[in-house]
């Protein structure tokens, strides 16, 4: 066997662990519960409405602050606090984040780098 097709044999054996590991995500509790989460925020009306609003008043505080439009803001977090859904969201997506940090340190520790982590790449 040549040096050539080693290293395809090995980049197409890490490809099928990748492919293992990418369906063990997707096939965990924790990541079926955020995309169940993310469909009952997508079709909440209420709730996207409130992100809507939140996202709109951000971008205008981005632009002009005032005290007026502060108080606003902080009133629609109050009401994103309050609402069930955006907060069933928030927790699935943190979970999930958790999971994906969890999986990124035990890929790291063995190859003695920060996996989940630009190397800058690039050209420029």
Do not use: W
């Not at 980049?11 to 924790?30: C, G, N, P, R, W």
């Not at 009401?79 to 979970?95: F, G, K, L, P, Y």
């Amino acid at each position: 066997m040549s040096d050539a097709e080693s290293v395809d044999s090995v980049e197409d054996a890490v490809e099928a662990k990748l492919q293992t590991f990418i369906d063990a995500v997707a096939d965990s509790e924790t990541y079926q519960q955020f995309i169940e989460a993310n469909k009952q925020l997508e079709s909440d009306p209420e709730a996207m409405d409130l992100l809507d609003e939140y996202r709109q008043k951000q971008r205008q505080m981005q632009q002009d602050f005032d005290q007026e439009l502060m108080a606003e803001l902080q009133e629609i977090q109050t009401e994103i606090s309050d609402n069930e859904t955006i907060q069933q969201h928030r927790d699935a997506q943190s979970a999930l984040v958790e999971l994906l940090q969890e999986t990124n340190d035990v890929i790291s520790e063995p190859i003695g780098m920060e996996f989940a982590q630009s190397s800058g790449g690039g050209c420029c």
